[in-house]
């Protein structure tokens, strides 16, 4: 044993052992917090593409850790560009046709995945593995022939995050953030401003990768997000370069897409036609 701790008297060890344990169990329920926050996975597939007269395959492809994940894959013809959309905390691929069809309707081939735990796809939510999902299915778009030029990574929420990450490792057109956070720090200061950020373990630090992502980029938010705050989607933008635009829009956080319908097909319409075709990706 430890010379400090035969020192110690004998009461004082007991409540040193205490406090020790319950630091852990403290740990250990905030990480349990943690995941029931940041994760709302749905397993059943209420609808599908068809619904809104959209052609889709109905994909799966496998992660560098043997995982199967589930993907839709909905053509445009003639589409110059492919959207590879990482969607938010909750639901699944089957809560997002509206998007797809918003973005089928601009001319643009969309293929969008469902993490591991989500829908169809196996394993559970992690921010690492949902980098690893993001990177498989990038691969797998390759592997059908769409070059790096051709992608354009959309995320939403926290999928922004998981977009950020992918476009900080690999090449793409350009990205496009919609209601994106900062960082997993700078949440916790707002909504948990009493816990210290260091008992979670997940980072979704998008604000330092995005100062390395040189390729266009679009942020998006709206001004009411009660969720994810205006100023956090400002932080991200004022930190990433040139070039970069950014769009204030209203409504709710999961809302906002319906109320500012008009201003997000004129703005990411304008947006994605823009794109110099000399511009060399990163």
């Not at 046709?97 to 939510?125: C, H, T, W």
């Not at 995050?161 to 990205?175: C, H, T």
Request: hydrophobic share 40%; proline share 4%; glycine share 6%.
């Amino acid at each position: 044993m430890n010379n400090n701790l035969k020192k110690m008297p004998l009461i004082t060890l007991k409540i040193t052992i205490a406090a020790l344990i319950l630091f852990g169990l403290l740990l250990l329920f905030l990480r349990y917090i943690e995941t029931r926050t940041l994760f709302y996975p749905t397993k059943e597939i209420p609808a599908f593409p068809d619904r809104a007269s959209l052609e889709y395959q109905d994909v799966f492809f496998k992660t560098t850790d043997n995982l199967e994940i589930n993907g839709w894959f909905v053509p445009c013809k003639d589409a110059q560009y492919t959207i590879l959309f990482c969607h938010g905390n909750a639901g699944n691929i089957s809560h997002r046709i509206e998007k797809l069809k918003f973005f089928n309707k601009l001319g643009y081939s969309v293929f969008i995945i469902d993490y591991r735990g989500y829908g169809k796809s196996q394993g559970r939510p992690s921010e690492a593995g949902f980098y690893k999902d993001a990177k498989a299915a990038y691969n797998y778009l390759l592997s059908l022939g769409i070059s790096a030029d051709q992608i354009i990574g959309y995320g939403e929420s926290i999928g922004g995050a998981v977009i950020v990450d992918l476009a900080w490792k690999e090449k793409m057109k350009a990205l496009i953030l919609d209601s994106t956070l900062s960082s997993v720090k700078d949440m916790i200061k707002y909504s948990y401003p009493f816990v210290p950020y260091w008992v979670f373990s997940s980072r979704f630090d998008s604000e330092s990768k995005i100062k390395s992502v040189k390729i266009p980029k679009l942020i998006i938010h709206s001004i009411n997000d009660e969720i994810v705050p205006f100023q956090l989607g400002k932080r991200l933008y004022e930190a990433s370069p040139e070039p970069k635009e950014f769009l204030q829009i209203y409504g709710g956080h999961n809302s906002n897409f319906y109320e500012s319908e008009d201003s997000l097909r004129s703005k990411i319409g304008d947006f994605i036609k823009t794109l110099k075709e000399d511009y060399h990706t990163q």
